[in-house]
């Protein structure tokens, strides 16, 4: 039976259910957050120690500037509502991606979540905010030629945005897309990926432990047989 320490998920069809069913994509965006607290609680109780949520993707910014402005409000009121609830349940949260493009007040109120959750234990959720895989990359190069050090894939591993993460052992898709979109794509070389036709408002923790049951029965060989 394979063991799980990380799952990744790409969050895709809130603007879709949104509307279908309130004629507003905004409100897609509002029910995915239920999707997310659900995934959360049910990952604590299978006991995988990191999940990393694709929360807003650095093509992201092309969208509308009212759906932007929307999201981050979103994602403003969950840290200041929920962030007692992540340390009551000695949740870690971490950011990944580009800070330096978010608002002054988003950034600081993204500091202090992660100060207030750093020493927490049972499960290390990534938010992957303004995030490129792409981006990741050239960055962690940079880094590595600042450092002078030899660029190889254990260097390259340990300055992208998840160093000291386990690559993922799951990456779920729903919405029924089946593309990466430019997430993780380093660290996902041999992750299993499942793509989910249901839309993310309507994903829920039966369909999380369905899959989860899959991949602890699938054989994997990393290239060996």
């Not at 990744?8 to 957050?33: C, E, Y």
């Not at 999201?71 to 840290?79: A, K, P, Q, R, V």
């Not at 202090?112 to 938010?127: F, G, Y």
């Not at 993780?184 to 309507?202: G, V």
Request: glycine content about 4%; hydrophobic content about 40%.
């Amino acid at each position: 039976m394979n063991p799980i320490k990380h799952v990744a998920i790409i969050m895709d069809g809130n603007g879709r259910w949104g509307l279908k069913n309130k004629k507003n994509r905004n409100a897609g965006h509002k029910a995915g957050l239920v999707s997310v607290e659900k995934i959360i609680k049910e990952t604590i109780i299978q006991k995988i120690k990191f999940l990393t949520l694709y929360t807003f993707s650095t093509e992201n910014w092309k969208r509308p500037a009212k759906e932007i402005n929307f999201l981050f409000s979103l994602l403003e009121n969950f840290l200041l509502t929920k962030i007692n609830m992540l340390t009551k349940n000695n949740i870690k949260l971490k950011i990944i991606g580009d800070k330096t493009q978010l608002s002054k007040k988003i950034i600081k109120l993204l500091n202090n979540s992660e100060k207030q959750t750093s020493s927490n234990k049972k499960l290390q959720i990534n938010l992957a905010l303004n995030y490129g895989s792409k981006n990741e990359l050239i960055n962690s190069i940079k880094i590595i030629k600042r450092k002078n050090i030899v660029i190889n894939e254990k260097n390259i591993s340990s300055n992208l945005f998840t160093a000291n993460v386990p690559d993922p052992d799951i990456l779920i898709r729903t919405g029924n897309t089946k593309r990466l979109s430019n997430f993780l794509l380093w660290q996902i070389a041999y992750t299993e990926i499942f793509f989910e036709k249901k839309l993310w408002p309507d994903f829920n923790e039966k369909d999380y432990r369905k899959i989860i049951n899959e991949f602890k029965n699938l054989k994997r060989n990393f290239g060996g047989v």
